[in-house]
């Protein structure tokens, strides 16, 4: 099993492999395409390079774009860092920014991301954004506790009666 291609490339290029079996036996693209259960027109491109390159042209070419810079080890230790919290990479207060996990992916790996591109590394990962609840300063838990245990129970809607 290759492991520079994804399981699923890996599938495809399995699918391509079988017409060109098929297309080495003579028989005609449509009747490839139907058995294979493709389109018609990924039946003549699958023809067309096997024609000219052989099984060899069939093959995957991977994932296309840039490889990842962070392996799957550098996701999972960097991951690690950020349960701890912001305050346990000595940040002074309890909340992740961008910035701070940039640092942080940066600190612990050497590989450095914009802010942007660390958003999408952690949506990847599973992670959502998480806005802090903002409550004011002159909240007075006492009294609210109070009012819900005493005051709230108290009131009650009307009976209304339409005639």
């Given at each position: 099993?290759?492991?520079?291609?994804?399981?699923?490339?890996q599938r495809l290029e399995q699918h391509r492999f079988e017409a060109a079996v098929l297309f080495k036996r003579g028989k005609?693209?449509?009747?490839?395409?139907?058995?294979?259960?493709?389109?018609?027109?990924?039946?003549?491109?699958?023809?067309?390079?096997?024609?000219?390159?052989?099984?060899?042209?069939?093959?995957?070419?991977?994932?296309?774009?840039?490889?990842?810079?962070?392996?799957?080890?550098?996701?999972?230790?960097?991951?690690?860092?950020?349960?701890?919290?912001?305050?346990?990479?000595?940040?002074?207060?309890?909340?992740?920014?961008?910035?701070?996990?940039?640092?942080?992916?940066?600190?612990?790996?050497?590989?450095?991301?914009?802010?942007?591109?660390?958003?999408?590394?952690?949506?990847?990962?599973?992670?959502?954004?998480?806005?802090?609840?903002?409550?004011?300063?002159?909240?007075?838990?006492?009294?609210?506790?109070?009012?819900?245990?005493?005051?709230?129970?108290?009131?009650?809607?009307?009976?209304?009666?339409?005639?």
């Amino acid at each position: 099993m290759k492991t520079n291609i994804s399981a699923r490339s890996q599938r495809l290029e399995q699918h391509r492999f079988e017409a060109a079996v098929l297309f080495k036996r003579g028989k005609p693209q449509a009747a490839v395409a139907r058995r294979l259960k493709v389109s018609p027109e990924a039946a003549r491109q699958w023809h067309s390079a096997w024609k000219k390159g052989g099984k060899a042209a069939l093959k995957s070419h991977g994932k296309p774009g840039a490889k990842p810079r962070l392996t799957e080890a550098d996701k999972r230790n960097v991951e690690r860092i950020l349960l701890k919290g912001p305050a346990a990479s000595g940040f002074g207060t309890p909340v992740w920014t961008l910035a701070r996990m940039q640092q942080v992916i940066r600190r612990e790996t050497g590989v450095r991301y914009h802010p942007a591109h660390v958003w999408k590394i952690l949506t990847n990962m599973g992670w959502t954004r998480q806005k802090p609840e903002q409550r004011a300063r002159e909240r007075n838990e006492a009294a609210i506790r109070r009012w819900v245990e005493e005051t709230g129970p108290g009131i009650k809607k009307r009976d209304v009666i339409i005639m």
